[in-house]
């Protein structure tokens, strides 16, 4: 559903990203349905040649997003997507849970993009 939803607002909005932007909302939301308990709240703002992409869910418990990828341990793949796609990820904590950002330049294609952060 996440992903449907994404990509008629991603295309509404013309954005020039759409397919890794989606990509993005899937593990956002697949890490959210699978990790924590509850509902999880998708948010997409564009604001000129970037887009926030944002899941919040309601588990405090923190993912450490800047933990190197090796490839031996289980799971990780989806934050490592992210990384790879996103120009930043952050998670920003709340009382009750947490939010977690990618931002995505969208006016750039990938792989026209020096290595993300």
């Keep these: 559903m996440a992903r449907g939803l994404a990509v008629r607002w991603l295309e509404a909005a013309?954005?020039?990203?759409?397919?890794?932007?989606?990509?993005?909302?899937s593990e956002l939301v697949t890490n959210a349905v699978r990790h924590t308990r509850g509902p999880c709240l998708l948010t997409l703002a564009e604001d000129g040649g970037s887009m926030d992409i944002a899941v919040s869910d309601h588990s405090e418990e923190?993912?450490?997003?800047?933990?190197?990828?090796?490839?031996?341990?289980?799971?990780?793949?989806?934050l490592e997507i992210m990384r790879r796609l996103g120009d930043s990820v952050r998670?920003?904590?709340r009382i009750g849970g947490k939010t977690i950002h990618v931002a995505l330049r969208v006016d750039t294609p990938a792989h026209d993009r020096g290595r993300p952060r």
């Design 62 to 78: 923190l993912p450490d997003v800047h933990r190197p990828f090796d490839g031996d341990q289980r799971g990780g793949f989806g």
């Design 14 to 25: 013309e954005c020039a990203r759409t397919a890794d932007a989606v990509l993005v909302v």
């Design 91 to 93: 998670v920003v904590p």
